[in-house]
């Protein structure tokens, strides 16, 4: 049998089995559901869907309230709202096998990459369990990605300007951008103006249904409000402060500490990417984007459970390009489904504490790796300029 043809059976194969892990999950009403995403329906549903964009029924933002009210008719909303995390799954596999064939020339490695998007234990647990929507604004950074290896900034931006009409979390992956853009590759400083139009641009059906703009545009500054803790059960900095969903000491002044420090942190790696000289390869690049999203995930207060979900992704796509660093990983989706856990069932299999420091470590590791391939390539550059002379 052709290995064309191995390749396409193996794939329906995983399409299959995939969804039929998913359909299990789909009667189960997690808090999510219940408390907040059956409301909102019930909203809608009671209202109509266009008068139910006219007020504020929910803390997230228009785009998924446009998508909750496409699908309001069907007669079993929860498997409806479950449905639309679901079909994302399957368009992130897909662009997961787009990038990861770009990057690495390997049909292998593609079909991996869509295998292991598809059987992720966090992708699954957060769509078809828990009826939440990470999985969206990360299909449309999957596809940012896309085109920044296409060099194609523009249209990188642009994906990105959507994925933060989703959710707010896509900003975990700007500083990475800004420190392309400092050093000239691929995105342009005009380019990241198309973040906030598209963001506008994604507001107009609500406005136009007579939401106030002001209150469609700073959706954001109430999210945050609402959950000022130092951290909402994710295991960063804030666990050993034990500023965390069931303690809290010092909200206000952590706030403002843990906002100053990331932005320091943040600051500090950039500094340190910027002033070195090195060749921006694929396989630098993703490096770089993991321990960029992983040191605002760890630095920055306010951070929920499932905020990891594109940490994870990247750490897909950073163990395909060189399969001898899976353990790393294997360590950040461990790391993100305990955490998972302890939400959905109140049951700390591991110290939060403990978690912390493992996800230090994994950073610290990404870390060395980095400053690693900066330098064999230097000497390698060196070796060529010395051949060469």
């Known amino acids: 049998m052709k290995e064309k043809t191995i390749n396409i059976l193996f794939v329906v194969a995983v399409l299959a089995l995939s969804l039929l892990a998913r359909i299990p999950l789909l009667p189960i009403e997690s808090g999510d559901w219940h408390f907040c995403l059956s409301v909102w329906m019930g909203r809608i549903q009671e209202m109509g869907p266009w008068k139910s964009l006219a007020i504020r029924i929910s803390d997230y933002t228009s785009p998924y309230m446009y998508l909750m009210c496409l699908v309001s008719g069907f007669k079993n909303s929860l498997f409806a709202v479950k449905g639309i995390s679901i079909l994302f799954d399957y368009a992130a596999a897909a662009a997961m096998f787009f990038l990861v064939k770009n990057l690495t020339g390997s049909m292998k490695k593609a079909i991996a990459a869509l295998t292991l998007t598809l059987f992720c234990p966090t992708i699954i647990i957060n769509g ?14 999957i596809a940012a990605l896309i085109f920044l290896f296409k060099d194609k900034g523009a249209w990188c931006c642009i994906m990105m300007g959507i994925a933060y009409s989703f959710k707010q979390q896509a900003v975990f992956l700007l500083p990475f951008l ?17 973040i906030p139009a598209i963001f506008f641009v994604f507001q107009i059906p609500a406005w136009i249904a007579g939401r106030p703009l002001l209150e469609l545009l700073g959706v954001y500054v109430y999210q945050a409000r609402e959950f000022p803790l130092g951290t909402m059960n994710y295991p960063n900095l804030y666990e050993f402060l034990d500023e965390n969903a069931i303690h809290w000491h010092h909200v206000t002044e952590i706030s403002g500490f ?7 942190a943040i600051g500090a790696f950039a500094w340190w990417m910027c002033t070195q000289k090195f060749e921006l390869t694929p396989q630098i690049l993703i490096t770089m984007a993991l321990l960029s999203v992983g040191i605002v995930l760890y630095t920055l ?35 993100s489904l305990i955490s998972y856990i302890f939400f959905l069932n109140q049951v700390h299999v591991i110290s939060p504490v403990f978690l912390s420091l493992a996800l230090l470590g994994l950073h610290s590791y990404v870390c060395m790796d980095l400053a690693r391939q900066i330098k064999e390539q230097r000497i390698d550059l060196t070796a060529q300029q010395q051949i060469e002379g």
């Not at 078809?128 to 950074?141: L, Q």
């Not at 800004?178 to 198309?194: A, D, R, S």
């Not at 594109?310 to 897909?316: E, Q, S, T, V």
Request: contains cysteine; hydrophobic residues 55%; aromatic residues 20%.
């Open 178 to 194: 800004v420190i392309l853009c400092v050093k000239g590759k691929t995105i342009k400083p005009w380019h990241f103006l198309w």
């Open 301 to 335: 207060p306010h951070m929920h459970e499932r905020y990891g979900f594109f940490l994870d992704i990247l750490a897909i796509i950073y163990a395909l390009q060189r399969p001898s660093k899976a353990p790393v990983a294997l360590g950040y989706i461990t790391v």
């Open 128 to 141: 078809a369990w828990w009826a939440n929507c990470d999985i969206i604004y990360s299909f449309f950074m």
């Open 258 to 264: 843990g906002l100053a420090f990331s932005f320091a």
